[in-house]
T-cell receptor, first 111, second 113 residues
């Protein structure tokens, strides 16, 4: 079974803090994705990566950056957290054009 | 511009009856469609998919229908069970070759016992 894990289930941060969200997958997938889920807006793609050290912007990259130094790990970075980044963050991975598998999510609250 | 739309934010169905969740898309280049199910405080789990070369795919109680001319897909759950209560997202891909999915906004299904 594919396993995608995320470093935290819940996080509370202050405005202006730098926030790191980590995602690890154990299936040697090339592609990894970061989404945020907000009520009424569905899942929106922030960034994705199709190889180590490669990244592409998704639909809402502003205020975020990513890092992929190893194939199994994809990090999402909020350089200076703001209250409008309070959300559920979901990581996913896939191999080629196959189905994306999601982690359990991190619920981030920015105060 | 919402390329994948789920126009019903919520749906209630009696246990044992059929649940029909709908999804519309605007981009005719989409060629692969999926349904995900999401419980609160959990990540989405893959449910069923369909390629544009087919118009129906079935997996147990779940069937997805694709009408390409109408740019419409639907998920049928028969019979519905209380454990099916969740948010259902449809997703589409295939336009860019980068394996990106475009997700709908979700439909919250409540199956009443």
């Amino acid at each position: 079974d594919v396993k995608v894990t995320q470093s935290s289930r819940y996080l509370v941060k202050r405005t202006g803090e730098k926030v790191f969200l980590e995602c690890v997958q154990d299936m040697d997938h090339e592609n990894m994705f970061w989404y945020r889920q907000d009520p009424g807006l569905g899942l929106r793609l922030i960034y994705f990566s199709y190889d180590v050290k490669m990244k592409e912007k998704g639909d809402i990259p502003e205020g975020y950056s990513v890092s992929r130094e190893k194939k199994e790990r994809f990090s999402l970075i909020l350089e200076s957290a703001s209250t409008n980044q309070t959300s559920m963050y979901l990581c996913a991975s896939s191999s080629g054009g196959e189905t994306q598998y999601f982690g359990p999510g991190t619920r981030l609250l920015v105060l | 511009d919402q390329q994948v739309k789920q126009n019903s934010p919520s749906l209630s169905v009696q246990e044992g009856r059929i649940s029909i969740l709908n999804c519309d898309y605007t981009n005719s280049m989409f060629d692969y469609f999926l349904w995900y199910k999401k419980y609160p405080a959990e990540g989405p789990t893959f449910l069923i998919s369909i390629s544009s070369i087919k118009d129906k795919n079935e997996d147990g109680r779940f069937t997805v229908f694709l009408n390409k001319s109408a740019k419409h897909l639907s998920l049928h759950i028969v019979p519905s069970q209380p454990g099916d209560s969740a948010v259902y997202f449809c997703a589409a891909s295939g336009t860019s070759g980068t394996y990106k999915y475009i997700f709908g906004t979700g439909t919250r299904l409540k199956v009443l016992a």
